[in-house]
Structures are given as C-alpha cells and as structure tokens.
C-alpha cells in the first residue's frame, strides 16, 4: 500500500504539484516527500510543467492575499463609517469636541496609517493632547512629539520647556528638526519652536476622515 502511494506521490510530483499539494492531498509529510523525491530525474518537458505550475501557485497565492487585504480594508473603513457616524451624532453637541476637530483641520494633517497636529502654542497644543484623550481615546503615552526649530536655539532647553508646559515626558520626544536661520531669537519671543504631536493607527484616521465629512456637511447645514 505504501508503494502505491509512493508512485502516486512521483507521478502528482511529474506532473507539476508542489510538495504542500501533494502533502495536503496524500496526508504525507514534507519530510518523507523530500526523501523520496531525492532521487527523481525530470525531462526537460516535466521541469517546464513543473516551474510553470509553481509560478501559477505563487500567483494565486498573491491575487489572494491582495483580495484579503482589500476585503480587510473595506470591512474597516465600514466599521469606521458606522462608529465615526455614531460617535460624531454623540459628540456634535459638545464645544470641546467641535473646537478641537475645527484645530486639527486647520493646523493638523495625516499619513497613511499617523494623524500629526503642530503648534508652537503649549495652551494650543494641551487642548489638543486632551481631546485626543476624551474624543479619540488615544493617551497621552501613545504619542510622539518632535520639536521644530532654529539652530539658534537650544532643542534641550525648548524640550524642557514643552515638558514643564504639557503632560508629556521626554521619552516621547523623536528626533528634533533644527533648520538653520541667520534671524536672532528675540528677548521676548519663543524659546521652544514648534512641537508636532504624532499619533499612529489607521483606525484613528479613519475616523477623522468620517468626522471630517460629518462637520464640514454640519457646517453647510448650519450655515442655510
């Protein structure tokens, strides 16, 4: 009986099968499939059937990842419409909530997968760390901050600043962004430059984007 399954094996093998077909068919393992293949001479005719299968296998296996991957994709943009639509009917009444999605569409942008918010206000920037929190669910730890600023000025002494400033430690700072200037700081001006916020996660924008569509629809409803 082994033999015949054995010849079975070769001649799946002959005509092109790749070991997880004939393992999955014949409920043989790799190993022995490996051993008894060892030895097998293909003609020309049988190597060509042989590389020309496994390249429709490897093909079939991309076109179904590609197809998961859209139908993962579509399936969370639906969740996010659904949830951004109801969350967006439960905050719309809230100042806070209108006030802090009105701050990210003028001074904030986003990636494919990050939202970013930048201010060199440290008033401006704690509104927006708190709506994120009460809004978006997103804590303060999940976020990353990256200072922007000119070399005349010490990106220590502005990390320290932004930190005595906002509920932020310096671990969540990256790496900062020092842009060369000939133009002096002035006595009374800002010491700290920008701080850009960066928070990541394909749902959080999702939502936005819903948020987004709801307040700017609000705003035209309001506005007749």
């Not at 967006?88 to 494919?112: A, E, I």
Request: glycine residues 6%; proline residues 1%; charged residues 25%.
């Amino acid at each position: 009986m082994s033999v015949s399954i054995k010849e079975q094996a070769l001649l799946m093998r002959k005509n092109g099968a790749t070991y997880s077909e004939i393992s999955l068919k014949l409920k043989l393992s790799r190993g022995l499939l490996s051993k008894w293949f060892q030895g097998i001479t293909l003609s020309p005719l049988e190597k060509e059937g042989l590389l020309k299968h496994q390249k429709e296998v490897i093909l079939r296996s991309r076109n179904k990842s590609k197809l998961s991957r859209q139908m993962k994709k579509v399936f969370g943009e639906r969740q996010a419409l659904v949830g951004g639509q109801k969350s967006f009917k439960k905050f719309q009444s809230d100042t806070r909530f209108l006030v802090g999605l009105s701050m990210y569409l003028s001074h904030g942008s986003f990636g494919n997968s990050y939202l970013q918010f930048s201010s060199s206000d440290e008033e401006v920037v704690q509104i927006f760390l708190d709506w994120l929190i009460r809004f978006l669910g997103v804590p303060v730890s999940a976020t990353r901050c990256r200072i922007y600023i000119n070399n005349n000025i010490s990106h220590l002494e502005a990390q320290s600043a932004w930190i005595r400033k906002i509920a932020i430690n310096d671990k969540q700072f990256l790496k900062p962004v020092i842009y060369k200037t000939r133009q002096k700081t002035k006595e009374n001006g800002s010491n700290k430059g920008f701080l850009q916020i960066s928070v990541s996660g394909i749902n959080n924008i999702r939502t936005l984007n819903v948020w987004k569509k709801l307040i700017l629809s609000y705003y035209h409803q309001v506005k007749r």
